[in-house]
């Protein structure tokens, strides 16, 4: 059984920084391609980042290049999501996804490209 568990949310004041987790298992996690996206009050989840499974090939939303970055850790089956200079705008729940297709290239940008999650780590940032 799949399981995606997050981790390191919390409260940070605008231009802050947070590194969350997330801690795979269930699966061959060296096999897949790892994403994480947000979700906001009222609003769609949204593509956040991507790592290939290989860790080779990492692909960001526009609104985030440049101050999040995407790492993992094979060995230990955790990637990580490193995220600076934050503003209210980041202000959502984050969740870590596995990709549907085994190596798969990381190029998935929809919510449908993905096929098992994490239950999600609160990111509240105050202005």
């Known amino acids: 059984q799949v399981q995606l568990v997050e981790t390191g949310g919390g409260l940070v004041q605008a231009g802050g920084s947070l590194r969350l987790s997330c801690v795979a298992s269930?699966?061959?996690?060296?096999?897949?391609?790892m994403a994480w996206f947000r979700q906001a009050p009222g609003k769609e989840r949204e593509f956040v980042g991507t790592?290939?499974?290989?860790?080779?090939?990492?692909h960001y939303a526009e609104s985030v290049k440049g101050r999040f970055t995407i790492s993992r850790d094979n060995a230990k089956s955790t990637v990580y999501l490193q995220m600076n200079s934050l503003g209210p705008e980041d202000t959502a729940i984050y969740y870590c996804?596995?990709?549907?297709?085994?190596?798969?290239?990381?190029?998935?940008?929809?919510?449908?490209?993905?096929?098992?999650w994490g239950q999600g780590t609160q990111v509240t940032v105050s202005s």
């Open positions: 269930g699966y061959s996690f060296s096999d897949y391609t």
């Open positions: 790592s290939s499974w290989n860790g080779w090939f990492k």
């Open positions: 996804a596995v990709d549907r297709f085994y190596r798969n290239g990381g190029t998935g940008l929809r919510v449908t490209d993905y096929n098992h």
